[in-house]
């Protein structure tokens, strides 16, 4: 992540350029896409310092539970992005289970928070955007699902049809 993992702006060639690896080298690589939950109630309820920390502390674990040649950056706000290269989708696990009873102290206060992900796994006819739309695109679902039913099983063959009309 760059210098303020909280704050610092992802780099698109460096996507890009992995993308690009994987398809010459025919090898796996994985999108993970995260977005805070319930953020912005937290500034309100905490002030905005605690969501500050709450942003620190949730890149300083997401640098914890990936691999050295990892690229994870924060995009803005709330959300981040994490490409796992040598990875496949099915693999993200490892990186999710990693990343439970996420909580700060601010000022004496213990403030939980949680995440709401998706993933992709890129295909080698896919330009790097469709899988990162398709990452995003299972995220918005799982955050839906959680907040409408308490979670939510994913098929990305389904999700790729949708996003195909």
Same mark, same amino acid.
Request: glycine share 10%.
């Given at each position: 992540?760059?210098?303020?993992?909280?704050?610092?702006?992802?780099?698109?060639? +460096?996507? +890009?350029?992995?993308?690009?690896?994987?398809?010459? &080298?025919?090898?796996?690589?994985?999108? *993970?896409?995260?977005? *805070?939950?319930?953020?912005?109630?937290?500034?309100?309820?905490?002030?905005?310092?605690?969501?500050?920390?709450?942003?620190?502390?949730?890149?300083?674990?997401?640098?914890?539970?990936?691999? #050295?040649?990892?690229?994870?950056?924060?995009?803005?706000?709330?959300?981040?992005?994490?490409?796992?290269?040598?990875?496949?989708?099915?693999?993200?696990?490892?990186?999710?289970?990693?990343?439970?009873? *996420?909580?700060?102290? &601010?000022?004496?206060?213990?403030?939980?928070? +949680?995440?709401?992900?998706?993933?992709?796994?890129?295909?080698? &006819?896919?330009?790097?955007?469709?899988?990162?739309?398709?990452?995003?695109?299972?995220?918005?679902?799982?955050?839906?699902?959680?907040?409408?039913?308490?979670? +939510?099983?994913?098929?990305? #063959?389904?999700? #790729?049809?949708?996003?195909?009309?």
């Amino acid at each position: 992540m760059s210098e303020d993992p909280a704050r610092g702006e992802g780099s698109s060639p +460096a996507r +890009a350029g992995e993308a690009a690896r994987t398809r010459r &080298h025919s090898r796996p690589l994985a999108v *993970l896409a995260f977005d *805070l939950d319930g953020f912005k109630q937290i500034n309100d309820r905490y002030g905005h310092a605690a969501g500050d920390l709450v942003l620190r502390e949730f890149a300083v674990c997401l640098k914890k539970g990936v691999r #050295r040649q990892d690229i994870a950056v924060s995009i803005g706000g709330d959300e981040f992005r994490v490409l796992l290269s040598e990875c496949r989708a099915g693999q993200v696990d490892r990186v999710l289970a990693s990343m439970s009873n *996420l909580k700060v102290n &601010h000022n004496g206060v213990g403030v939980a928070f +949680a995440f709401s992900a998706g993933w992709a796994e890129c295909q080698p &006819h896919e330009s790097p955007q469709t899988f990162l739309e398709l990452a995003d695109r299972m995220l918005y679902d799982h955050k839906r699902d959680r907040h409408d039913r308490g979670g +939510a099983v994913y098929n990305v #063959r389904e999700v #790729r049809a949708l996003m195909a009309l």
